[in-house]
Structures are given as structure tokens and as C-alpha cells.
């Protein structure tokens, strides 16, 4: 744990270059091991902003004992510039979750964290 989930309307042309990137990322920016990190991409052509097809994402983010209000403005800080750079869309056209389940709300191998 962490996982981040990208969807987009962007088609990503090596997507596994970028997700060894996005994880790498997302490690230092969470401050977690890469170990720990998940990273998933999916592309949606038919995903659409304000009414277009420009460039846009979700980006769901969950992670266990370092997300507050402070924090949280620097990952949507790190992760839509990183956005920005590699799939083209700005800020203003992507929403990012950031949500700590607590370890009570999430399992792993047979068990909870």
C-alpha cells in the first residue's frame, strides 16, 4: 500500500516505461517503499472534460497513515505537474482522490493491515 489508479483519455505510447516512472514517483512523493507501491494505468478514449475530448484524468490515490490536509496539497501538487508533463493535461482538467481507508478497511494476504 499505496495504490494509484490513472484513468485518461490520453494514450500513453509505452505504458509500462511510464508506470515504472509514475511508481517511482509515487514512492518518494508518498514516502513510502516502492515495494509497497501499485500503479495502474487505463485508457478511455470516450472519457470527456467540460464537454471535450482534450486531455483529461482521474487519478485515485489510497494510502495508509500519511494523508492530511497539508500533505494532500503537495501530492495533487507533484502528481498533476507529473500529469501535465507526460500526458498533456493540464491541471485544471483532471480530479485526484486521496484517501486513507485506515487499516481496519483493508486486507492483504489473509489478514488486515
Known amino acids: 500500500m499505496p495504490s494509484l ?3 485518461t483519455n490520453v494514450k500513453i ?3 509500462k516505461a511510464f ?3 509514475f511508481s517511482k514517483l509515487a514512492a518518494e512523493t508518498l514516502n ?4 509497497y507501491i501499485t500503479v495502474s494505468y487505463s485508457y478511455n478514449e470516450y472519457m470527456a472534460w467540460e464537454g ?3 486531455p483529461t484524468y482521474l487519478l485515485n490515490i489510497v494510502s495508509l497513515g500519511n494523508v492530511n490536509p497539508e500533505v494532500n496539497i503537495t501530492y495533487s501538487k507533484t502528481f498533476s505537474e507529473f500529469l501535465q508533463a507526460k500526458i498533456g493535461a493540464p491541471a485544471n482538467r483532471g ?13 492483504h494476504v489473509t489478514s488486515y493491515l
Open 32 to 35: 513510502k517503499p516502492e515495494s
Open 19 to 21: 508506470l515504472v516512472e
Open 52 to 54: 471535450t475530448f482534450d
Open 95 to 107: 480530479y485526484i482522490s486521496i484517501i486513507d481507508p485506515g487499516v481496519d478497511n483493508l486486507g
Open 5 to 7: 489508479e490513472l484513468k
Open 13 to 15: 505510447a509505452d505504458p
